[in-house]
């Protein structure tokens, strides 16, 4: 995937027609640096891009406590639909969205995980014997994978997966009470899969690694807890594949730090740490099926319009 971003007279920002910024920097011979500087200082004070980046940041920091999520696969679509009124380019608006989706998690991993491990749900065990697998896988989807799939592959993927979690969560099937969890390498090699899988679709493993603890017969509060702590390996390793491969494929867009739009990431960063501990609170308050619905809930919806966006491009 090759992305081409051109100056251009007028740019159309926000639903907002900007100044004619190209060309007095174009006559003038100033680098076209300082046409990104100005773009950028425009998309990071206007209140259209801040308000609904903050209130994002606010919704995914609260569930990333409150489910152990990450808040990924809630802003993955929000930003999708933001970036793309933003004018980005339709062949880089899913990437960016995902990846910068998986970034915020490396913060509000730690917001959530410092109030979880105040109630010592965390099964610390779990996370050491995990965490390896995380790396490797997370590095290999986004280092190398996520950069090679279309936009309609990566929204169907995201789509599919998504509502696959959902369903698998509200259909309630008890594991068998003899279950556990695997061994070092078992529980490795299921964190591979994990990382893996999460970093195609920028969300910080809850929606596989709470199932899958759950299935091995580990309590839906513990589950939720050491998700979140499992938040930030995914999130790290993924970051870096997600720089590096797109170092090459984005950076004529500004903002761009490999596929990650930095801008939209400080803003969801500056209000998600805000409100994780919150959510983590309200894990150990709510009875385990209400966590079950809304989990399963919000998984439905947001497979829906990521359905939405792959039948969009699909079409074009």
């Known amino acids: 995937m090759t992305v081409q971003w051109i100056r251009c007279e007028h740019l159309?920002?926000?639903?907002?027609?900007?100044?004619?910024?190209?060309?007095?920097?174009?006559?003038?011979?100033?680098?076209?640096?300082?046409?990104?500087?100005?773009?950028?200082?425009?998309?990071?004070?206007?209140?259209?891009?801040l308000l609904p980046l903050s209130f994002l940041g606010l919704i995914g920091g609260f569930l990333?406590?409150?489910?152990?999520?990450?808040?990924?696969?809630?802003?993955?679509?929000?930003?999708?639909?933001?970036?793309?009124?933003?004018?980005?380019?339709?062949?880089?608006?899913?990437?960016?969205?995902?990846?910068?989706?998986?970034?915020?998690?490396?913060?509000?991993?730690?917001?959530?995980?410092?109030?979880?491990?105040?109630?010592?749900?965390i099964k610390w065990r779990i996370v050491a014997a995990m965490a390896p697998g995380i790396i490797v896988g997370g590095l290999l989807s986004g280092g190398a994978v996520f950069a090679a799939l279309s936009t309609l592959w990566l929204s169907l993927f995201f789509a599919l997966f998504v509502g696959y979690s959902g369903w698998s969560m509200l259909r309630n099937k008890k594991p068998k009470p003899t279950r556990q969890m695997p061994g070092v390498v078992g529980t490795s090699a299921a964190g591979a899969g994990i990382g893996f899988l999460s970093g195609l679709v920028g969300a910080g493993g809850g929606f596989l690694s709470v199932p899958f603890m759950v299935w091995c017969n580990?309590?839906?509060?513990?589950?939720?807890?050491?998700?979140?702590?499992?938040?930030?390996?995914?999130?790290?390793?993924?970051?870096?594949?997600?720089?590096?491969?797109?170092?090459?494929?984005?950076?004529?867009?500004?903002?761009?730090?490999?596929?990650?739009?930095?801008?939209?990431?400080?803003?969801?960063?500056?209000?998600?740490?805000?409100?994780?501990?919150?959510?983590?609170r309200m894990a150990h308050r709510l009875p385990v099926q209400t966590l079950k619905r809304v989990f399963a809930a919000l998984l439905f919806a947001l497979a829906a319009y990521m359905l939405f966006k792959a039948w969009q491009t699909w079409t074009v």
């Open 218 to 280: 580990v309590a839906l509060h513990n589950a939720v807890s050491t998700s979140a702590a499992l938040g930030f390996p995914i999130a790290l390793a993924n970051s870096v594949g997600y720089i590096v491969s797109g170092l090459n494929e984005a950076q004529t867009y500004p903002g761009m730090l490999g596929f990650i739009y930095w801008p939209a990431l400080l803003a969801l960063v500056c209000t998600s740490v805000l409100t994780a501990p919150l959510g983590a």
């Open 64 to 121: 990333a406590g409150l489910l152990g999520i990450g808040g990924g696969m809630l802003l993955v679509p929000f930003l999708t639909m933001l970036f793309t009124w933003q004018g980005m380019p339709a062949d880089l608006v899913v990437h960016a969205a995902i990846a910068t989706s998986m970034t915020s998690i490396l913060f509000t991993s730690i917001s959530s995980v410092r109030a979880h491990q105040q109630r010592g749900t």
């Open 12 to 49: 159309i920002f926000f639903g907002q027609a900007l100044p004619n910024l190209s060309s007095p920097l174009r006559d003038s011979g100033v680098s076209g640096h300082l046409f990104q500087v100005a773009f950028l200082l425009r998309a990071m004070t206007d209140p259209l891009v």
